[in-house]
């Protein structure tokens, strides 16, 4: 009979035989910068998660990078009236996440900015690209996103994070920044096995991203395939990424592991998104969950499945000890 009890007779044995751990160093924490002055707005449906003007946030961000979190991820979030059907408030020069960016590499230059490069948060019709015959332009969006990856790093992003789910966007991408001399100062963490899931709802009441009509299931993966993901990961090696992901993070961490295995090389991210975060946030306040207990067996469940970094809304919370 072999004995396996041993390894768990009390606390320091335990903790002795625990071979899978989080450090604050393994974590991405997610921003939402929206126009304005002196704007700290609680998203309802993310308790603790906020919308950020500029000024407000760069006080946050100093506050994160003092917790020991030096990774974070800018989502723009602009008004209604200035969207339109091509996305173009997304892909200016003096965009929002561009002044986010510079005041950030001012306030605190040595965090990594992360910034997230999609048209939905951008499109009045709320797409991740062009539309025809309200279906996406696949290669007509191309161009748009590898703009705005543009401008995100000329503003000094260390990274750009293309999330669209279009064919080609990592080598888009990379082509751009090769030809402006910026490859070497800007990474690329490829969003490359993101699911189309109901996971994402709270997002969309955060960033204001909601289709107007229809969804996005024809460039999100499906959650129903099983080697599409892997086939993802390596399509955005082969084109250039540095860094690959895989969103939702708690629902697919067969997919994590099985990346992980297959490209060692690799760094891969997981992104526990929004649902995860208020799903856990709402099981707790109804005292169905410990959410202390609960939120550090998530992160290490996404460890466990060798996730090298995780995007979570958990971060602060962690460092915090809360």
Known sequence: MKRFRQYRLDAPTRDRYADVSVAIDDFIYPYFVVEGNNIKDEIASMPGIFRFSIDTLIADVKETYSLGINKILLFGVIPDEQK????????????????????????????????????????????????????????????????????????????????????????????????????????????????????????????????????????????????????????????????????????YLDIIARGVEKFPNTPMVAYQVSGEYSMLKAAAKLGYLDEQRTVFESLIAIKRAGAKYIITYFAKQYAQGI
Request: glycine share 6%.
């Open 84 to 251: 339109d059907e091509r996305g173009t408030q997304a892909y200016q020069p003096d965009a929002l996440v561009c002044r986010a960016v510079k005041a950030i590499k001012e306030a605190v230059p040595q965090i990594c900015v992360m910034t997230d490069v999609c048209l939905c948060e951008y499109t009045s019709h709320g797409h991740c690209g062009l539309l025809c015959n309200h279906d996406v332009e696949n290669d007509t969006t191309l161009p748009l996103l590898a703009q705005m990856a543009l401008v995100h790093a000329q503003a000094g992003a260390d990274f750009v994070a293309p999330s669209a789910m279009m064919d080609g966007q990592i080598e888009a991408l990379h082509n751009i920044l090769v030809a402006n001399g910026l490859r070497d100062k800007c990474k690329i963490m490829a969003y490359s096995a993101k699911y189309a899931s109901a996971f994402y709802g709270p997002f969309r009441d955060a960033a204001a991203s909601a289709p107007s009509f229809g969804d996005r299931k024809t460039y999100q993966m499906d959650f129903r395939t099983h080697n599409q993901g892997i086939e993802e990961i390596a399509a955005d090696i082969e084109e250039g990424a540095d860094w690959t992901m895989v969103k939702p993070a708690m629902p």
